[in-house]
């Protein structure tokens, strides 16, 4: 079989939602490659910044690798923004509804919410609430996303700033995206892990 000959869904028989089962689950496989060249196409986006978006990303996800955080943390870092070009008005959302079957649930809530803890550093510039994000207040994960805006997102528009290049995190976004979707063991909810490691003396 090459096509299916359905032409409605509810026409279709066992043996042709099998075949295209198959075909959906190696599509899957090439799902890393494809969100690392969209990073790339960051650079095609928003511009005003000192720095790229993508170089904003690979900032970001470099102090999270240097703060000792884990995968989780250091790739829903890497790619917090890659909503940017596609729903510039809920880049958060659209970038946590990538990350939420592979990753803890502690970074997806953070990715998530992350433009309404931003707006503290902005919004009574633009006409915004600066104080959106008291709303998200008695989350567990609350704490997580100030943090997680002030060492991560908020800091890393530095051209100075010795940041890793995108091959170095290849690695860690293949790893995550290898894993079986929502998987108990992975989504942990309502787990917490810290965002800084600290440093041996």
């Given at each position: 079989?090459?096509?299916?000959?359905?032409?409605?869904?509810?026409?279709?028989?066992?043996?042709?939602?099998?075949?295209?089962?198959?075909?959906?689950?190696?599509?899957?496989?090439?799902?890393?490659?494809?969100?690392?060249?969209?990073?790339?196409?960051?650079?095609?986006?928003?511009?005003?910044?000192?720095?790229?978006?993508?170089?904003?990303?690979?900032?970001?996800?470099?102090?999270?690798?240097?703060?000792?955080?884990?995968?989780?943390?250091?790739?829903?870092?890497?790619?917090?923004?890659?909503?940017?070009?596609?729903?510039?008005?809920?880049?958060?959302e659209y970038a946590?509804?990538?990350?939420?079957?592979?990753?803890?649930?502690?970074?997806?809530?953070?990715?998530?919410?992350?433009?309404?803890f931003q707006m503290?550093?902005?919004?009574?510039?633009?006409g915004g609430n600066?104080?959106?994000?008291?709303?998200?207040?008695?989350?567990?994960?609350?704490?997580?996303?100030?943090?997680?805006?002030?060492?991560?997102?908020?800091?890393?528009?530095?051209?100075?700033?010795?940041?890793?290049?995108?091959?170095?995190?290849?690695?860690?976004?293949?790893?995550?995206?290898?894993?079986?979707?929502?998987?108990?063991?992975?989504?942990?909810?309502?787990?917490?892990?810290?965002?800084?490691?600290?440093?041996?003396?």
């Amino acid at each position: 079989m090459d096509k299916v000959a359905f032409t409605q869904m509810k026409d279709g028989t066992k043996e042709e939602y099998e075949f295209l089962t198959r075909h959906e689950v190696e599509h899957t496989k090439g799902t890393a490659d494809r969100l690392l060249k969209a990073l790339v196409d960051l650079d095609e986006g928003l511009s005003g910044y000192q720095i790229t978006r993508l170089g904003h990303s690979l900032q970001s996800a470099t102090r999270a690798f240097r703060d000792g955080a884990d995968i989780d943390w250091i790739v829903s870092t890497l790619l917090h923004d890659i909503g940017d070009i596609y729903a510039p008005y809920n880049h958060d959302e659209y970038a946590a509804a990538i990350l939420r079957p592979f990753v803890r649930e502690q970074c997806t809530w953070c990715v998530a919410t992350h433009g309404d803890f931003q707006m503290v550093y902005y919004g009574h510039h633009v006409g915004g609430n600066p104080h959106k994000r008291d709303h998200h207040k008695g989350n567990i994960y609350f704490d997580d996303c100030v943090a997680f805006c002030e060492r991560w997102d908020q800091s890393s528009f530095d051209p100075a700033y010795d940041t890793l290049p995108l091959d170095f995190f290849r690695p860690m976004v293949n790893e995550v995206f290898a894993r079986t979707p929502y998987d108990p063991n992975v989504i942990r909810q309502g787990h917490r892990e810290p965002l800084v490691i600290p440093q041996a003396e």
